[in-house]
């Protein structure tokens, strides 16, 4: 008897021991059936096929050879979202996280060949995301297959950057609201002095605003800004933020970008605006109200968080990438942060942002994000990533005395929630602080609508400082041109901010 149980459990070793050399032959003997990478112009061409034949493009919908590729062709980092589920993104709600980052460390060593130190280059603190370095495709494809993989994407591959190379299309989205240094005095037309010497934009006697201020001016609200820094060289928003009927408020400035092309460099670059587009975001939402002539803000007394994320506002690179997912997840902890305005973002889905923005959401924040600004190329692409995610309020800009009319430049679709009127029939668009100090500009677009309504929420929620968040936003929702159906297009339209603040 005993030596017939033997036997059996001999044979069952011996069937364990196949299976078990079965699965390591299939793990290390995948089949490749295109060896060389596609270049750099094939991989645009994939993905501009795919937005301009179904309106999107995803990663996830992509092939195994596409999806290496571009890693392969984008510095060979690779960025993985992982988890149990579909939504589990957040560390602290994970018990399992660092056992299933292990078992993908360790198959990415085992078909790379290399130790683990040589694999990973970052794992982020609050999120089930890490960055990697790949280089075979054979390791795209059994990191596929895992079950516990949310997502594998190239982290560094530049779309813009060589779809300018191939088209001569612009890298920035449009110069109404990309980078720009320029200062320009304001036609008398486009603004009305308001004591004790501001210049208050014409938009915001299209949406009541400066009616509204006597209700509410943003005090107590503290907004956190997403973009490229805010100038060091402009005194309203810094030293002198706190001027005239501006009191009683704090501005910080936070760097978490690395200026380098290389996704292995480390070292922020610091807070200060290199680009020009954070300072005119900022001055749009909380620029103070005070007697020197210059354009005030929506919410002249709201606190201001500002983060130089990127270096401008496409975000077609690992460093930009990573530096606005930081910023979400720092502004996500922050507790004394109510509204997130972002007037940057991408025409396809970025998985560790994606991560971001719904950490940012799960903790409460009222996130507002761009809608699109284009340039000729990306006229055919709707509404942008993040602003078209469920979590965020998208914002787009519309023309004067219209709220189904975009902009030259906006784009628009289902995903928008709200409209802000920036473009004048003269041309002209919203006045703001220059990047220097006693000097003034002008910006439009997507941007300027999002910051503006940034603000508008930072007027209602100082209004009522204990609601929530979607208190706060069907206040908004109830004041807009079309409450309670929302336009197809163009969401709520334009808010009247007087009506949101009483």
């Not at 999806?67 to 510095?75: A, E, K, P």
């Not at 495709?137 to 079950?147: C, D, F, G």
């Not at 906006?410 to 995903?415: L, N, P, R, T, Y």
């Amino acid at each position: 008897m005993k030596k017939n149980v033997f036997y059996v459990m001999f044979l069952l070793f011996v069937a364990v021991s196949c299976n078990r050399d079965e699965l390591q032959n299939q793990v290390t003997q995948i089949e490749v059936a295109q060896k060389d990478p596609l270049d750099a112009k094939q991989i645009n061409g994939k993905i501009n096929e795919s937005i301009k034949n179904t309106g999107s493009f995803s990663w996830a919908k992509s092939s195994d050879h596409l999806v290496w590729s571009s890693i392969f062709q984008g510095n060979k980092v690779a960025s993985i979202g992982f988890g149990s589920s579909k939504d589990d993104f957040d560390r602290s709600l994970s018990s399992d996280n660092e056992q299933i980052q292990n078992e993908i460390l360790a198959l990415i060593e085992k078909y790379e060949g290399k130790e683990k130190g040589r694999v990973l280059l970052t794992a982020d603190k609050y999120l089930n995301q890490i960055d990697v370095a790949i280089e075979k495709q054979e390791t795209v494809i059994a990191l596929r297959k895992m079950k516990n993989i949310r997502y594998l994407e190239p982290a560094d591959y530049h779309y813009f950057e060589n779809e300018s190379k191939f088209n001569g299309t612009a890298k920035s989205s449009g110069s109404s609201s990309g980078c720009g240094f320029e200062s320009i005095a304001l036609n008398a037309a486009d603004y009305t002095t308001v004591t004790p010497n501001a210049k208050a934009p014409w938009s915001f006697y299209k949406h009541n605003i400066t009616s509204a201020w006597s209700y509410s001016t943003g005090a107590g609200v503290t907004i956190g800004l997403i973009d490229t820094g805010v100038s060091p060289e402009q005194n309203l928003l810094g030293s002198s933020f706190n001027n005239g009927s501006s009191s009683g408020r704090t501005i910080s400035k936070v760097g978490v970008h690395v200026d380098s092309v290389w996704p292995w460099a480390t070292g922020y670059d610091g807070p200060n605006d290199q680009c020009g587009h954070g300072t005119k975001m900022a001055s749009t939402m909380a620029a103070p109200r005070n007697n020197q002539g210059q354009p005030v803000g929506v919410a002249y007394n709201a606190n201001l968080i500002a983060y130089r994320a990127a270096t401008n506002v496409v975000l077609d690179g690992y460093h930009e990438q990573n530096g606005v997912k930081i910023a979400f997840t720092e502004l996500a902890n922050n507790n004394s942060v109510k509204i997130i305005s972002m007037s940057m973002g991408h025409i396809f889905s970025v998985g560790k942002i994606e991560d971001g923005v719904k950490y940012a959401y799960s903790k409460g924040k009222l996130i507002f994000c761009a809608g699109g600004t284009s340039t000729s190329f990306t006229t055919f692409v709707g509404v942008i990533f993040p602003a078209w995610m469920p979590e965020t309020q998208a914002i787009t800009g519309v023309k004067e005395n219209t709220s189904n009319q975009k902009c030259d430049v906006c784009h628009s679709g289902a995903e928008i929630d709200f409209t802000y009127q920036m473009e004048r029939a003269s041309g002209s668009n919203i006045p703001v602080l220059s990047y220097y100090n006693a000097q003034t500009d002008y910006v439009g677009g997507s941007s300027v609508a999002t910051a503006s309504t940034a603000g508008i929420a930072a007027l209602v929620w100082s209004k009522n400082p204990s609601w929530t968040r979607e208190q706060v936003l069907n206040k908004m929702r109830q004041s807009a041109t079309y409450y309670p159906n929302p336009n197809s297009d163009y969401g709520y339209g334009n808010i009247n901010v007087l009506q949101a603040v009483q």
